[in-house]
């Protein structure tokens, strides 16, 4: 990795309200631990601090360093996390709670693509592999408009890994955006991929949830 751990700080993202879910996700039972402390305790592989984002009231730290209260927007939520964070953290790792099942080594590969110095941050992605279509309304239905060429696309997860001082340049002036890529991207920073992983599932519903569970009792 390009820093020592000490330097290293982590933002979980667990503000969400499970409207899809039917609760609380992030504070669900995976394996006989929350999924919020799941996902607190993969960010220790790399992050000598962890602080959690969660919903107002939210007094359980499940085993992060500090909690803090998320805002309206996802954006809102890591700028919480990044004003209680170590001031002299060098690298910031963002990742959502929702993510239990990310593997040390992914954790490992984005802070690794931060060695180039001309790098300000790092994604890992996982191929698209569907047919991914453009639609836009008609009236009561939806119609496609194109055919976009997969070969250039890939499905984002978390965790991503920043220069802490181009982060809290991108999040200066509170703007909005569904990931800290695209708002790091949106001050000229330039962002890399690296591989992600299948297992790296996002909890969204309840069969997500018993597919995690799977996935925990066969390791």
Do not use: W, Y
Not at 188 to 206: C, F, R
């Amino acid at each position: 990795m390009p820093s020592p751990k000490e330097r290293v700080s982590a933002i979980v993202v667990a503000g969400g309200r499970g409207t899809r879910f039917g609760g609380l996700k992030q504070f669900a039972s995976l394996g006989g631990t929350s999924v919020a402390q799941r996902s607190i305790q993969a960010c220790r592989s790399v992050a000598a601090e962890v602080v959690l984002v969660a919903p107002h009231g939210t007094d359980d730290a499940h085993g992060a360093d500090q909690v803090v209260a998320g805002g309206a927007t996802r954006a809102a939520s890591v700028r919480a996390g990044l004003a209680a964070i170590d001031e002299d953290a060098a690298l910031v790792v963002i990742h959502d709670a929702a993510r239990p099942l990310a593997s040390p080594a992914l954790f490992e590969r984005v802070l690794e693509a931060l060695v180039d110095d001309e790098v300000a941050g790092a994604i890992c992605a996982q191929p698209v592999t569907d047919t991914i279509k453009q639609v836009e309304s008609r009236g009561e239905q939806r119609a496609v408009v194109a055919t976009l060429e997969r070969s250039s696309l890939v499905a984002v997860q978390t965790p991503q890994a920043f220069r802490a001082d181009v982060l809290r340049t991108a999040h200066a002036g509170d703007p909005d955006a569904t990931d800290d890529a695209a708002l790091v991207e949106a001050v000229g920073g330039l962002v890399v991929v690296v591989d992600g992983e299948a297992t790296n599932l996002k909890l969204t519903s309840a069969l997500d949830l018993e597919a995690a569970e799977r996935l925990v009792e066969a390791r």
